[in-house]
């Protein structure tokens, strides 16, 4: 299992939100590329970059990604507001690793099918954002019908990458994963797992590392010095 610090963008800085709700942030950096570079240093494989901004469809942080991408030499996998082929394309010719897609595999699946199509399926990944069970869509303000199992095995069948799933719930919230519903998916699904919100200690990636989940994206915790990034990576290695 493999960790993946995160880097979320609003208004060009690097923040962390509480569930989602872009009232509640907290500002860690002014530049994203100082946290990036950081965590690089610290040993980073792969970091997890968000633009909060698209995501919401209040704008976009394009430049800001660029300069990320640009200045580090690490992987990156890039999600928010990504909902045509087009923006998809972009990234990744900018050096993105994987992109994920979020709303637009809710609103329209061919367009996820298409992407697997035209790309190596490892650059493809879903985000399922869980909400009392149902797949929550723009930026989590709102919750679609779909169940997110229901959800996760359409995916697999069109063989994306990986599946980024967060029971929103527990993200930003250092309460602990959602552990119960990231087993459920990971039975679920024959496609690479990687979980996502409410890690707090080193102990919930120890239990995480035994759910058979391929990585886990930590963000609060690690800005709020519940431990570092280099701790975290030493932990999963002595499980």
Not at 211 to 217: D, K, L, N, P, S
Request: net charge negative.
């Amino acid at each position: 299992m493999i960790v993946i610090p995160a880097v979320d963008i609003m208004g060009g800085k690097c923040v962390r939100l509480v569930k989602g709700d872009p009232t509640k942030g907290t500002v860690y950096y002014e530049n994203p590329l100082e946290a990036a570079k950081l965590l690089e240093d610290q040993g980073a494989e792969l970091i997890h970059l968000i633009d909060l901004d698209a995501a919401l469809g209040s704008g976009q942080n394009i430049e800001t990604i660029k300069n990320v991408l640009e200045n580090i030499n690490v992987e990156v996998e890039i999600g928010g507001g990504i909902r045509t082929l087009e923006k998809a394309d972009a990234l990744l010719n900018l050096g993105a690793y994987r992109v994920i897609f979020g709303t637009a595999a809710v609103k329209n699946p061919s367009l996820i099918e298409e992407a697997v199509k035209q790309h190596d399926s490892e650059s493809i990944a879903v985000a399922i954002d869980e909400k009392d069970g149902k797949v929550a869509v723009h930026g989590w303000k709102n919750k679609s019908e779909k169940g997110y199992l229901e959800f996760a095995r359409s995916f697999e069948r069109m063989g994306v990458g990986a599946l980024i799933f967060t029971p929103i719930s527990v993200d930003g919230t250092l309460k602990g994963p959602g552990i119960e519903k990231t087993v459920k998916l990971v039975e679920t699904v024959n496609v690479p797992v990687i979980a996502s919100g409410g890690v707090a200690r080193l102990e919930d990636l120890v239990a995480l590392n035994g759910t058979g989940v391929e990585g886990v994206v930590v963000g609060t915790a690690l800005y709020e010095k519940k431990f570092t990034l280099k701790e975290a990576l030493e932990a999963v290695k002595r499980c």
